[in-house]
């Protein structure tokens, strides 16, 4: 940073470019200042109650700039006022430039201002706040994309792919990754450097040819613990042999609820009449089948009438005639009885046991 030393003695002389050297030495600070804010960005003050605003400084165009407040618009002018000042040649020239933004006609939209975030007024609490965030993420895993980085052109054959620029965050040191073209599975490592065989230390991100680092993947996993069970619609290429991979890492599918559905947890031990059942207290018990066939016990409480064959009946064996008729015997001629069987009312087949369902994907969230 430049500054004169207005402390010696004996009388310094003061010429055009001793001036030229003051207002380089806060004019360049500030720009640096005003490149760190970016373009179009409130400094302080600009306060919208959403009728009027009020005075405050803003950065525009790597210039800082006072801002007069008044009644609300839609778009932000700047303007430049000249002033003139006499030379030691009696001449007149333009010296003084004053810049100025305020509401009017023409100029940026002013919804194209951007303010610090949170409700921040100073950049020191915004880095503080930021530092927080950052510790956050980190509590979950040590490499998180928080934008860019993605993914275009994927070619199977070949195995090639585009990956974007992004941001990126190692262990809570922000690094901004260059485009990536080529062969896959690709790796961005923490300088910032992409390879294509895995590296053998140090933390990096892996592309294959997409990724499970992204901070949306990464804030699921540290918020789904594990055990939860997830239902998805359909089943897809997230899933190898049963492990997810991308941005279903860290999930399983359940081979326990395969063909299967599942059954509330009978925990409170109070039974419900033709509810409950002892299977359902245990965890993980596993019953049912897709079809059944009944047992002779297990039909309906029916009798069926069937009328018997008829009666016996005798016949009277005589001899000779007249009033006085005499019994020579009886000959019993009754008809034998017994049981009678109908034809079978049935195949004897199983019969489906299956309630109304849709088929879904269960996923499990492991370590």
């Not at 008044?70 to 003084?96: C, H, M, W």
């Not at 004053?98 to 002013?110: D, E, N, Q, S």
């Not at 490499?143 to 980085?149: A, K, M, T, Y």
């Not at 009678?340 to 499990?364: C, F, I, R």
Request: proline share 4%; with cysteine; aromatic share 10%.
């Amino acid at each position: 940073m430049k500054r004169i030393d207005f402390t010696k003695l004996g009388g310094l002389h003061t010429y055009q470019d001793t001036l030229e050297f003051m207002q380089d030495s806060y004019r360049n600070s500030l720009a640096s200042l005003a490149a760190l804010l970016g373009d179009k960005f409130v400094v302080s003050g600009c306060i919208d109650n959403g009728v009027n605003v009020t005075d405050g400084w803003i950065c525009v165009s790597g210039e800082l700039i006072p801002f007069t407040g008044g009644a609300l618009a839609a778009t932000v002018v700047v303007s430049e006022a000249v002033g003139q000042e006499g030379f030691e040649d009696a001449s007149l020239k333009d010296v003084y430039y004053t810049k100025t933004a305020t509401l009017g006609i023409g100029g940026f939209p002013y919804a194209d201002l951007k303010r610090l975030p949170f409700g921040l007024t100073s950049l020191k609490d915004f880095t503080a706040q930021v530092k927080n965030i950052f510790d956050s993420i980190l509590q979950f895993e040590a490499e998180v994309i928080l934008s860019g980085c993605e993914v275009t052109d994927v070619d199977v054959v070949p195995g090639e792919l585009a990956i974007g620029a992004g941001l990126v965050l190692f262990n809570g040191s922000l690094l901004v990754s260059e485009t990536y073209n080529g062969v896959y599975p690709a790796y961005l490592k923490d300088d910032g450097a992409w390879v294509t065989a895995e590296p053998v230390a140090g933390l990096f991100i892996k592309f294959d040819p997409y990724t499970s680092q992204r901070y949306v993947n990464v804030l699921d996993r540290a918020m789904t613990p594990a055990g939860r069970i997830v239902m998805m619609e359909t089943l897809n290429d997230r899933f190898v042999a049963e492990v997810g991979r991308w941005e279903m890492k860290g999930y399983e599918l359940v081979s326990a609820l395969q063909n299967r559905v599942p059954v509330g947890l009978w925990y409170d031990g109070i039974p419900v009449a033709n509810v409950s059942d002892a299977l359902n207290s245990i965890e993980g018990s596993q019953y049912g089948e897709r079809t059944n066939t009944l047992l002779q016990q297990q039909l309906p409480d029916v009798k069926l009438k069937i009328e018997k064959a008829g009666g016996g009946y005798y016949v009277n064996d005589t001899a000779g005639g007249g009033a006085n008729v005499s019994l020579k015997g009886d000959n019993d001629n009754s008809l034998a009885s017994g049981y009678m069987e109908t034809e079978s009312l049935g195949d004897g087949d199983p019969h489906n046991n299956m309630q109304p369902s849709t088929v879904v994907v269960y996923a499990k969230r492991v370590a």
